[in-house]
């Protein structure tokens, strides 16, 4: 506080009154996360203060709040011989993260100088814990040898997320998926590309590549899958051409028929629904269908001039569709073309 009074000395004893009672503001307890909405160039200040100072203090007060939770986050679960002063901050950080988690996300695209520093504090839930509790660093603590990146993957809910088609190759092979529910993630991620050397993944971006973790006959397997499926693929893509960008054999589903994805660096399905909930302009999507080809489902598309393929096809992506987490675009024949199938 001396050096932000000193610094405060020069703007003159109106505006460095001003200056100092928000400076307090920020540093009283239980308001950390302000500072990073000082932080923020259309915060208003009074139009008489220098800029370098008001800069200062607003980096000042950055630096001292992430220094703040840094040791909240070290401490949040004390170690069983912890000092009595360490374990009076049991779960307090877990508190702040409740209350202001989206809001330190939102640093990513907006704090580039402390991008690391806060990518740091980030909390997630996970295939292994519901708990909002997994940090980057807990995670590659535990990655398996070989493995090469972080996956994750972003949904409307926590339900949502651990029952996405998406991740039955990850629950084959017990590699673990952070599970981002906030409506904020995918947007700040496009500002984190990796942690500490090691790159982020969707896994419902691109196609599946496992490295070392997938074994040569599966790779094989897949391969020959995809050859023999061609012209079922084909006839696939020409029935959905108005809805998928591309169809293909899937080397990430074990259980379920279908899944879509996007490519690699494309806008997923769902920041897209979020952009148009939200009033705003978003480009159109067309995500890629990927198909089970040893799932029952699919095997009978395969049959000799099947009566029914175009009804099939276009259930398969309406299903892969709801799993995502869309609605049909149209509900009505989705239906149609289920019951045709029961009768």
Same mark, same amino acid.
């Given at each position: 506080m001396v050096a932000i009074s000193q610094r405060a000395q020069g703007l003159g004893t109106e505006n460095a009154f001003v200056v100092l009672a928000e400076v307090n503001q920020l540093i009283r307890e239980g308001r950390d996360?302000?500072?990073?909405?000082?932080?923020?160039?259309?915060?208003?200040?009074?139009?008489?203060?220098?800029?370098?100072?008001?800069k200062a203090i607003r980096e000042g007060n950055t630096r001292r709040v992430l220094s703040v939770l840094e040791d909240l986050a070290k401490h949040d679960v004390p170690a069983d011989d912890a000092s009595e002063d360490d374990k009076k901050d049991a779960g307090k950080f877990t508190k702040f993260y409740a209350e202001f988690g989206a809001v330190l996300k939102e640093g990513l695209g907006e704090d580039f100088s402390n991008k690391d520093k806060i990518s740091k504090l980030l909390r997630f839930a996970s295939t292994t814990s519901d708990a909002v509790s997994v940090s980057f660093a807990d995670y590659k603590a535990r990655m398996k040898e070989g493995q090469e990146a972080i996956y994750y993957?972003?949904?409307?809910?926590?339900?949502?997320?651990?029952?996405?088609?998406?991740?039955?190759?990850?629950?084959? !092979?017990?590699?673990?998926?952070?599970?981002?529910?906030?409506?904020?993630?995918?947007?700040?991620?496009?500002?984190?590309?990796?942690?500490?050397?090691?790159?982020?993944?969707?896994?419902?971006?691109?196609?599946?590549?496992?490295?070392? &973790?997938?074994?040569?006959?599966? !790779?094989?397997?897949?391969?020959?899958?995809?050859?023999?499926?061609?012209?079922?693929?084909?006839k696939l893509k020409e029935a959905?051409?108005?809805?998928?960008?591309?169809?293909?054999?899937?080397?990430?589903?074990?259980?379920?028929?279908?899944?879509?994805?996007?490519?690699?660096?494309?806008?997923?399905?769902?920041?897209?629904?979020?952009?148009?909930?939200?009033?705003?302009?978003?480009?159109?999507?067309?995500?890629?269908?990927?198909?089970?080809?040893?799932?029952?489902?699919?095997?009978?598309?395969?049959?000799?001039?099947?009566?029914?393929?175009?009804? &099939?096809?276009?259930?398969?992506?309406?299903?892969? &569709?709801l799993a995502e987490g869309g609605l049909p675009e149209d509900p009505a024949a989705y239906v149609k073309r289920v019951n045709a199938l029961l009768v």
């Open positions: 996360i302000i500072s990073f909405c000082i932080g923020q160039p259309d915060f208003p200040t009074p139009t008489n203060i220098q800029d370098a100072g008001v993957i972003t949904a409307d809910t926590l339900a949502a997320a651990k029952n996405s088609p998406q991740l039955e190759v990850f629950r084959k !092979k017990g590699i673990e998926v952070l599970l981002m529910t906030d409506r904020v993630d995918e947007w700040a991620l496009n500002f984190l590309n990796e942690f500490d050397g090691t790159a982020l993944q969707s896994v419902a971006k691109g196609a599946v590549d496992l490295g070392s &973790l997938q074994d040569e006959a599966e !790779k094989k397997a897949a391969e020959d899958a995809a050859e023999t499926f061609k012209p079922i693929l084909a959905l051409k108005d809805k998928a960008e591309d169809v293909r054999v899937t080397t990430r589903l074990v259980d379920s028929p279908a899944c879509l994805v996007v490519k690699d660096h494309g806008m997923s399905m769902q920041l897209a629904r979020m952009l148009k909930q939200a009033g705003q302009e978003a480009p159109e999507v067309k995500p890629v269908l990927e198909v089970n080809a040893e799932h029952p489902l699919v095997k009978k598309l395969s049959a000799d001039a099947n009566p029914h393929f175009h009804d &099939l096809a276009h259930i398969l992506f309406d299903q892969a &569709l």
